[in-house]
Each structure stands twice: as structure tokens, then as C-alpha cells.
């Protein structure tokens, strides 16, 4: 995976066990552009919300954008217990 946004792109590359998140819009490309937009937006803004509340950290994640939907991938070394990153 690869997102020259991230700031964990080049430092880890995930290796056995992980967690991964796939989210999909569904029927994405039956809708109207403007749609498209507000619907990715609100999905990146709910993800990264998500993930960040539980503690995983939306900023130490790989992630993969899909046109329609997004990978994310926390790095194997977050632990949800791990203070510096709250």
C-alpha cells in the first residue's frame, strides 16, 4: 500500500499479523459527482474519527485510497493503550 499522505509511508511495511479496515460506498459510481464527493469525504472523516477515538491513531496508519471506498492499516506496533498517541 502506498499514500505519499501518510506519515507512516516508508516507515513500516505490514508484515504478518495486522489489523486492516476495508470501507466500500456502495453503488459509488451510480451517483452523481457531487455525491461522490460528499460521501468520500464522510467517509474519510468518520474513519479517521473512528480510529482515532479507539486510540489507533488514523495518522500512523498506511492506508490505500480505492476511488469508492479506503484500506487502512494501523501500524503493528500502535497498541490502543499507547499514550503517545492520544
Known sequence: MHDP???AAGG???DGHCTV???DIVEFSRRPHDVQKKLR???YSALES???ASGLSWG???RE???DGVIAVPS???SRYDSSIR
Request: aromatic share 8%.
Open 65 to 67: 485510497d480505492r476511488g
Open 60 to 62: 500512523r496508519c498506511r
Open 76 to 78: 503493528p506496533t500502535t
Open 5 to 7: 499522505e501518510s506519515p
Open 21 to 23: 479496515f476495508i470501507c
Open 50 to 52: 473512528s480510529l482515532d
Open 12 to 14: 513500516w511495511k505490514p
Open 41 to 43: 469525504e464522510t467517509l
